[in-house]
């Protein structure tokens, strides 16, 4: 009859060793995911920060690449509106902005060329303008002369007349 309670207090044994066994098996699992979870945090809070550095470092980046061909498109369109024109314009950037004032460039080029082609013609019509004057002036004298002869003759036909009139009288 000893030999069943032996057996019985040997199995509760056994259970409170498995018991206690698990136990700190848990214990450890706990303490070991808990320094993982620590280092998991740690570094994502190390990634989120290294992300915002490079985020405003690309941002500062972008913002400088971006703002300096867009000042020297501002400052070539504001010369243009001025009247500055054949001024050189050095494109030292490629796609939107560098075909941008590639187009101020070509812009500033014709504007250029076109002021100095009125010019030109403004010149010319003025040398016209004298050309014609100078016509004129010359009309005005044979007119001129031609009513003085007019008036002579004239004159000289009244003459005739009263001479005419003189002989028959």
Do not use: C, W, Y
């Amino acid at each position: 009859g000893q030999g069943l309670p032996l057996s019985f207090i040997q199995f509760i044994e056994l259970i409170d060793k498995a018991i206690n066994d698990n136990a700190a098996q848990a214990e450890a699992a706990v303490k070991e995911s808990s320094g993982i979870t620590k280092t998991i945090l740690v570094m994502a809070a190390l990634l989120i920060a290294a992300g915002i550095l490079f985020s405003l470092v690309i941002a500062t980046l972008l913002t400088r690449g971006v703002k300096k061909p867009l000042d020297k498109a501002l400052h070539t369109a504001a010369d243009v509106s001025k009247g500055k024109l054949g001024q050189p314009i050095v494109v030292d950037t490629q796609g939107e902005f560098g075909r941008a004032i590639d187009a101020l460039n070509l812009m500033d080029e014709k504007l250029s060329t076109t002021a100095e082609e009125g010019s030109r013609q403004a010149g010319e019509v003025g040398a016209s303008m004298q050309e014609v004057i100078s016509v004129i002036n010359r009309m005005s004298d044979i007119i001129g002369e031609i009513a003085a002869t007019s008036d002579k003759r004239s004159r000289g036909g009244e003459q005739i007349h009263v001479a005419i009139n003189q002989i028959d009288a």
